[in-house]
């Protein structure tokens, strides 16, 4: 079945119209809007308008409070925690990070630990935040979990990403975002719909082993930290989706480890929580808080050029830089429209219709 | 040919010495001594007193300034640049570190980016001097280029290591401390010197293609970043090490990429570098700067509890937290001592005859 293609304008008004019956604020409509398409912009598809269907089902069942009181519940001059109040995490997640912007431009940075949140989208817009201001912007939530930490057979961690943006001088920035498993869930859905094997390294199933079954989380499989196996450094991996979810879950006082509440709504809660909600961690670091900003883009930008003129191998055109292959996407995808697949194309229509918005 | 034993102590007084002889002050030359034994004990022996002889071989050429004046050249309430006028990194990343912790004291969190500094030892180290403190620490650092980017034919990253230590109440803390690579080199030398081959996944070839060859490296090869190859996440571990050589390197005004300095003494610096030395990058966060820290501590505990009890795979008999493995071993070798391998006692022994100390 071919992809359906919509303009960013077209999937923009239905997606602000959906958020505003949910009862969001316009204000708070338009910036939700703007971070979810910001993943079909970057081609980061799963987390996109794909995902709208969920979250309106995650307020349909009373998860999701579409007019959250966001504030700062501790705080130093550098640090502080936010309750989301069980707000869409696509508002929480900006707000808390301008608090750590804010922050930065008081005291050099800011590191803004949220709770009582929910899935937030994409990383990366959170952290790209940070680079109109000349600084440094990070990003990161828990998730519920689909991952097996080394040596078990069990799933204890979300996927967990990481986003890190860094700004530049003339150069386009470094903007790395990615989850801390060898494979975004996404993949393996991809792959089940088209019936096809996944990679070795990517899951294993239920007893541990290897497996290549692309519905093997359905089977009691998991999904591989980064390294994929310990000798290849899985518990580097198995590490890093631990870092993320202690700064985004321990440190706020949200839900973590096994307990990280589901993003479909049809999923119980988790019993005996041990805190509210989704926990994300923002932080933001001004570049003039350790050196002059022209000093350093100067020498971002002599990084940037280097790595993305490093000699490739042969038969790959180009080595690129964290960040390069969303942002081709995202001026072909703003210039010539957003393909969708056929099952989100439903998933929308249907939406449409038992909300009455066009599509 | 086995290992010989030696005593904690009697390779502190030996260590001691030697940087003494080198001009260090006493202050100066126990820090180092301790950072660089930390790694004999954790069992990470290639960052251990395996590296002295070569410390001593960059003091013997200039690289090294045994009395540095290491000092802050900018900072704000939050933030810093620490000069670390070519001391060495094994002093001069803790005093670094120290920086960082009395900023957390006053604001919440400290960030001190380093440059004009030499190898620091182990990342662990400097992470885990927030423990007591009841902080988060984090280090990395930058490092001469072994690593080629995803898609590349040429080596322009280090090995460039993360450490991240979190303190618990009841529990071992949360320790990890990893090269954001497949395998460390240390590994590869082993296998060199055990004549065997490597596992698919740890390095390439000169041309870019996966090799099993041990000494690749020598042949014009690289290692690869954590995932190894791109379907299995490559990408992943190559945005990693860039964050670190940007927050270590060019945060601080420090070399970075491929122009970082190498270990080796007999390797000619890099020619038109772009700033001063190794780059670090060290981290604070007070826990008290989120949440209350009994609280914090609380679920931390129950968190460690939760990744320490998890079901293991078959065969395995338990699930690790990051740090145990090391902790294990620390334990067990200031107990039982150290075992050094016959080439490392000979370096040793013939320092120990030119300097005029006793092993």
Redesign the interface.
């Known amino acids: 079945m071919s992809d359906t293609i919509y303009s960013y304008q077209q999937l923009y008004q239905f997606s602000l119209s959906v958020f505003k019956k949910m009862g969001c604020s316009n204000e708070d409509a338009t910036l939700a809007t703007s971070v979810l398409l910001s993943a079909d912009l970057r081609g980061i598809d799963s987390h996109g308008i794909a995902r709208l269907v969920g979250y309106v089902r995650l307020w349909e069942v009373g998860r999701i409070n579409p007019t959250p009181n966001i504030r700062v519940v501790?705080?130093?001059?550098?640090?502080?925690?936010v309750d989301g109040d069980r707000g869409l995490g696509l508002v929480v997640a900006p707000r808390a990070m301008q608090i750590a912007i804010d922050k930065a431009k008081q005291?050099?940075?800011g590191?803004v630990?949220v709770k009582n949140s929910n899935h937030f989208g994409i990383a990366g817009y959170h952290a790209m935040m940070a680079l109109s201001q000349d600084m440094?912007g990070m990003a990161m939530t828990n998730a519920s979990a689909l991952v097996a930490?080394?040596?078990?057979?069990?799933k204890?961690l979300g996927t967990n990403p990481i986003a890190?943006a860094?700004p530049a001088g003339e150069e386009a920035p470094?903007v790395?975002d990615?989850?801390?498993?060898?494979?975004a869930n996404g993949k393996l859905e991809i792959a089940q719909r088209k019936n096809e094997p996944i990679?070795e390294?990517?899951a294993q199933d239920a007893?541990?082993k290897t497996s290549t079954d692309a519905a093997i989380l359905k089977k009691g499989g998991a999904l591989l930290p980064?390294?994929?196996e310990k000798?290849?450094?899985s518990?580097?991996?198995?590490?890093?989706g631990?870092?993320v979810?202690?700064?985004s879950g321990?440190?706020?006082?949200a839900s973590?480890?096994?307990w990280a509440p589901p993003f479909p709504a049809y999923v119980p809660i988790p019993e005996n929580m041990?805190?509210e909600g989704l926990g994300h961690f923002l932080g933001a670091?001004?570049?003039d808080?350790?050196?002059p900003a022209t000093?350093?883009k100067s020498?971002?930008d002599?990084?940037l050029t280097?790595?993305r003129n490093?000699?490739?191998?042969?038969g790959?055109g180009?080595?690129?830089?964290?960040g390069d292959i969303e942002r081709m996407i995202e001026g072909a995808r703003m210039k010539n429209g957003i393909p969708l697949v056929a099952e989100v194309v439903a998933d929308l229509t249907a939406l449409g219709t038992k909300l009455n918005i066009q599509l």
């Open positions: 501790y705080e130093t001059p550098s640090t502080a925690v005291v050099g940075s590191w630990s440094i930490p080394t040596y078990a057979a069990e204890l890190v860094v470094f790395a990615f989850a801390t498993t060898t494979a990679p390294g990517w007893a541990g980064l390294g994929s000798e290849q450094g518990h580097k991996g198995y590490a890093l631990s870092i979810d202690i700064f321990v440190l706020s006082g973590f480890g096994p041990p805190g670091m001004r570049i808080g350790f050196r000093d350093f020498n971002m002599l990084w280097r790595f490093a000699k490739p191998i042969e790959q180009q080595v690129y830089v964290a």
